[in-house]
Structure formats: structure tokens, C-alpha cells
């Protein structure tokens, strides 16, 4: 088609044939799904170049991306030749992953390290086990729940029932204890999410010795539900009557308190974290899905005489639209619709913003398979203005995505935003990352990108 007729501006930024005419419709609809297409496995070019870097939970969490975005273009475009060709070579990738992967001592590795591979390895299997790669496919499920799995269950998690005011939970420590760290937030979500998610796997594929990540998943949730309901400590963040994001760290400062440490890393007043809140998400869509098995597995073991699915379930939604509202009126700016970090200078940087710049991408990872029915809130405009602000912000050269693809501008207001929901936020607008090496830094970027470009594939 002549370029000359391109007159109207595409969702993603790119131009689209104008008509008003049904049949125009479809062929803009056509247009748009192979603009789509062409800038996702542009995407991919340039992850190929950076995803082979030494950072052991970068390198897990930027492969998860790479995997879910990959499973979403396999879903959408089952037939092309192109992703075809991208498929294969990720197989590759994940044959070097493995061995990376078996490479470390896990005793000097901290504990949320392992849920990020664990998780990985899980998709790594779904997407091995289509392309046929059987053995491979084995071994990532050996590796997320002999590995991963039972390396934070052996390590990290508090079996004592002593911990004030909430026991139990997975502390941020490494596996020869020299540093117990906190119970932070990530790492206890990541280890109920490998646990719902390796739970519904092995139920999938009917294979046994399953219960024990059931178990493990009640436990967990057990755990956040404990201390939502102690509204005092605000550890689920109230921000208007229907909306809360999770902090963090759950916190407690009174005199025999296990939850005052903060450090291990450095806590600020009011810290939120966009990753948290899609794996919350998703885990807690995870358990809704499971709760007649849950309800059996109560029962078998006497765990509670009261329990009603019923309830369970009234309780999970609740959280979901709760969070779910959260994140539209919290991490999504008001002027663009653009998902954002939520402005704390803890992550940003300069201690930590290396970690926390991922997790836009990993909240996009977890909303692009949530739909509206289940969160009562629509993402799809957000993630489609998110996408198209990484793509127009891009090194048109490379392709390579950036840490900032929103204007200064927008990024005040929606600071200004962000503190009269929440009652805190720092004025900041820029990554402080100078120091990150530049390959990681890219990866992790363009991990964000593969993980907007599979959130908007699996909501078109």
C-alpha cells in the first residue's frame, strides 16, 4: 500500500490506512496486527544481542519475559514463519539458561533469587514440551521444584510459629544464613506464586506429589491474608474506599515486633513496588481457580473445621478488585494512561533502582492475562499507551527500549497524583542507574518492552 494514504495514527504509533467503510476497518484491524507482529520481533533482534549477561536473578526474570512474550506471538500467530524461526532459537537460549543456571553454589545466592528461575522454568517447560524438547523439558521442571522450590522451603522459610504479629513467611536471606535479610514482600510472593503455579502445572499433567505446593500455597496465602486483615499496619494500603496496593515489607514497630528490621534492603515510609502487585495478582487469581481442590485438601487434613469455599472466594475477589483498582489509580498516570513505578527514590536508585527498574514490565507480565471479569478493571488502554511509549522512545537504530518512555511533564503531575492517594512520594523522574552495566541495563529494558508486547498480544 502507498505510504501516501497513511493518514491516521495506529494504538502502537505507527500509521494506519484511513476509511470509514467496514471493509476499511478490517484492513486497518490487519494492518495493526501485523504492525504489532513487525514491532514484536524487532523486539526480540535486539533482546537476542543483550539476554546472555552474568546477573543470575536478572538473567531468570528477563527470560521469563522473553518466554511469556513468545507464548503470546505462538498463540496469536501459530503459523509464521518468523515466529517459528523466533521459537527455535529461544530453545537454544534455554539450553545455555540450564547450564548457566547449574554453574552457581546455590548457598551464596539469596532466596528470591531462586523464585524468579523457578518461575521461569515453569513457562520453560510449557514452551520445551510444544516445541518437543521432552528432556529439556523435564529438567526445567526438575530445576523449579528440587531446585528452586525446596531450595526457599529448605533455606528461607520461617517454620518457627513464634514471629509477632504474623508467623511463618519467607525471609530475603542467602542459603548459608549469613544474612537472614527481611520478609519482604517480593520474596513471599514469589514463593506463593511458584507454589500456584507449579501446583496447577503437575495437576495439569496429572502428575503426583503435588500436595505439598498446595499446602505451601495455603500457607502463603495464609500469610498475606494475616496481615491484610491488620488494617492498623496499613502493610495493604488503603488509597481511596476501592482501591489498596500492597507495600513492600509488612512492618510492625512494637517492643517484641519480628517485623521492625529495615534494612536488608533499605526501607522507606509508604515503599510500593509495581512488580508486587501483578504477581499478588496473579497469585491470588491462581488460588480462585484452585479452591475446590483447596477445599478438599482442608478438609482431608482437618486445617480448619469453618472453612467455606464460598467465603475463600468472596475474600480472594475482594483483594483482586481491591489491587486491581489500586494499580489503575496508582501506578497508571492520569494524563496518558501509562503505566508507571510507583515514585519512591528506594526504587529508583541509586541502592536499588538496578532491581526495581524491572517491575513495570513485570506488572504488564502478570494484567496481560488478566481480564476484566476477573479484576473488574479493563487495562487493555493502558497497556496499548504503555506500549506505544516504549516503542516511539526507542533507539530507532537498535531498537533498543529505555528505562524512561514518559515526559517529565506527565511524570509531575502524576507524582502529584500518586501523593494525594497514597500521602507519600518523591519527586523523581529519572532512573539513577549510571552505575548498572550497560548490557544488563539494556536486558532488563528491553525485557519491559517484551513483556508490554506480550501483555497487548494477549489482550487483542
Known amino acids: 500500500m502507498d505510504r501516501r494514504s497513511f493518514v491516521k495514527i495506529s494504538a502502537c504509533g505507527l500509521l494506519l490506512p484511513y476509511s470509514n467503510s467496514s471493509k476499511g476497518l478490517v484492513a486497518d484491524h490487519q494492518q495493526y ?13 535486539r533482546f537476542e544481542s543483550v539476554w546472555n549477561f552474568n546477573d543470575f536473578w536478572k538473567r531468570g526474570n528477563t527470560f521469563d519475559a522473553c518466554l511469556t512474550f513468545a507464548d503470546a506471538l505462538q498463540n496469536r500467530w501459530p503459523e509464521d514463519v518468523e515466529v517459528s524461526s523466533m521459537q527455535r532459537k529461544i530453545n537454544k537460549m534455554l539450553e545455555e539458561n540450564y547450564t548457566y543456571f547449574k554453574s552457581f553454589d546455590p548457598g551464596v545466592l539469596w532466596a528470591d533469587d531462586f ?17 518437543g524438547n521432552k528432556d529439556l523439558a523435564d529438567k526445567y521442571l526438575q530445576l523449579s521444584t528440587d531446585l528452586c522450590w525446596q531450595q526457599g522451603k529448605t533455606h528461607a522459610y520461617d517454620v518457627t510459629k513464634t514471629a509477632k504479629p504474623i508467623p511463618h513467611g519467607y525471609r530475603n536471606g542467602d ?43 495455603y500457607r502463603q496465602w495464609t500469610w498475606f491474608n494475616s496481615w491484610f486483615k491488620l488494617e492498623q499496619y496499613q502493610y495493604l494500603k488503603q488509597i481511596s474506599n476501592n482501591s489498596a496496593l500492597v507495600q513492600e515489607r ?37 488460588m480462585q481457580m484452585i ?55 528506594a526504587n529508583f536508585g541509586p541502592e536499588f533502582g538496578n532491581d526495581y527498574l524491572a517491575g513495570r514490565g513485570i506488572l504488564m507480565r502478570y494484567l496481560g492475562k488478566i481480564n476484566k471479569q476477573t479484576s473488574n478493571v479493563n487495562f487493555t488502554n493502558n497497556i496499548k499507551a504503555t506500549t506505544k511509549a516504549i516503542w516511539q522512545t526507542r533507539d530507532a537504530s537498535t531498537n533498543q527500549f529505555q528505562p524512561e518512555f514518559t515526559s517529565v511533564a506527565n511524570d509531575k503531575l502524576y507524582v502529584t497524583q500518586f501523593r494525594k492517594l497514597a500521602g507519600l512520594a518523591d519527586d523523581i523522574y529519572k532512573w539513577d542507574i549510571a552505575t548498572m552495566n550497560e548490557q544488563q541495563k539494556s536486558a532488563v529494558c528491553q525485557s519491559i518492552g517484551l513483556d508490554a508486547y506480550g501483555a497487548l498480544i494477549n489482550q487483542m
Open 33 to 45: 496486527t501485523e504492525d504489532i507482529k513487525t514491532q514484536s520481533l524487532a523486539a526480540f533482534k
Open 115 to 131: 523464585g524468579w528461575w523457578g518461575l521461569m522454568a515453569i513457562n520453560a517447560r510449557k514452551h520445551l514440551l510444544k516445541s
Open 175 to 217: 542459603a548459608k544464613g549469613q544474612s537472614k535479610g527481611v520478609k519482604n514482600t517480593v520474596t513471599n510472593v514469589l514463593y506463593f506464586l511458584l507454589s500456584t503455579r507449579i501446583y496447577r502445572l503437575k495437576q495439569q499433567e496429572n502428575i503426583t506429589d503435588n500436595e505439598k505446593y498446595l499446602e505451601m500455597a
Open 250 to 286: 509488612p512492618t510492625a514497630f512494637f517492643e517484641d515486633s519480628d517485623y521492625k528490621d529495615t534494612a536488608h534492603p533499605t526501607w522507606e515510609k509508604g515503599w510500593t513496588w509495581t512488580g508486587d502487585q501483578g504477581m499478588l495478582l496473579a497469585a491470588l487469581t491462581d
Open 291 to 345: 479452591k475446590n481442590d483447596l477445599a478438599a485438601w482442608i478438609i482431608k487434613n482437618q486445617i480448619e473445621t469453618d472453612f467455606k469455599v464460598d467465603q475463600f472466594e468472596k475474600t480472594i475477589t475482594r483483594y483482586i478488585h481491591l489491587i486491581s483498582k489500586g494499580i489503575k489509580d496508582g501506578l497508571t498516570g492520569n494524563t496518558d494512561n501509562i503505566i508507571r513505578e510507583a515514585p519512591f527514590k
